[in-house]
């Protein structure tokens, strides 16, 4: 392949807890058809290198995000993968702010979809980041072993335990703050190889792992 920034060496799939980007100073908001089920959702699938870096941004110009290639799709990415911030979203009738799913597809087809686009085109991009969410059942996993989201705090130790005793391989959990300063489980990471078929062992745990501590809060959402 003569195009360089093609070239990656697996994928992060990453999933957030609504619960804990909602539980922050900035808040959250939902998408027009409501708020999402209490269960982690997509963020995305990123190219990545064994070295911890990432290509981003790379076709844009030739191979911009559009939604009318996966119109099939958008009900599964509704519930699989609905936007929960506040940036770019309209004003409801109630005088709410909405989430705008959307934009945050483009987001991620533009910043880290064009990066992998000589392997999986826009629509197969979509389609198994949909079928890995449903392979794995993240939230029954950490239920399985005890861990709720209830509000209590639970140790990052038995929750990588969890996931790595479900699926056989380990997983890298970033956290984030809320307003009261307590530190939360935000994002899950699990890797997959570049075919995007397999899920692997983690080469490399992403960038945001050191913001865990100890002991994080699992919010209810
Ligand atoms: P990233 O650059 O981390 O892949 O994506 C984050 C960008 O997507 C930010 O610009 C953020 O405002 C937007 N975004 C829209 N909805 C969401 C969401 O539900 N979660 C996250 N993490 N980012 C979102
Ligand atoms: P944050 O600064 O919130 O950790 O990440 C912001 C954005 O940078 C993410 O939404 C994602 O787009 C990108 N990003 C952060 N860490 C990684 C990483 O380790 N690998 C890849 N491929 N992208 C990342």
Redesign the pocket.
Known sequence: NICISQDFDFF?FVQQWPGSLCDTKKSCCFPLTGKPASNFTI??L???FNN?S?PSNCNIAQNPFNQSKITDLIPRAQTKWPSLSCSGGKKTENNNTSSDNTRFWKHEWD??GTCSDSILDQHAYFEVSLNLKDRIDLLQILQNNGIKPDGSFYSVANITQAIKQAIGYGAGI?CNTDPSGNRQLNEIALCVDKSASNFIECPIL???TQSCIENVEFPIF
Do not use: C, R
Request: net charge positive; glycine share 22%; hydrophobic share 15%.
């Open positions: 992060f963020h995305g990123w190219p990545n911890g990432y910043k880290h970033t992403p960038k945001g």
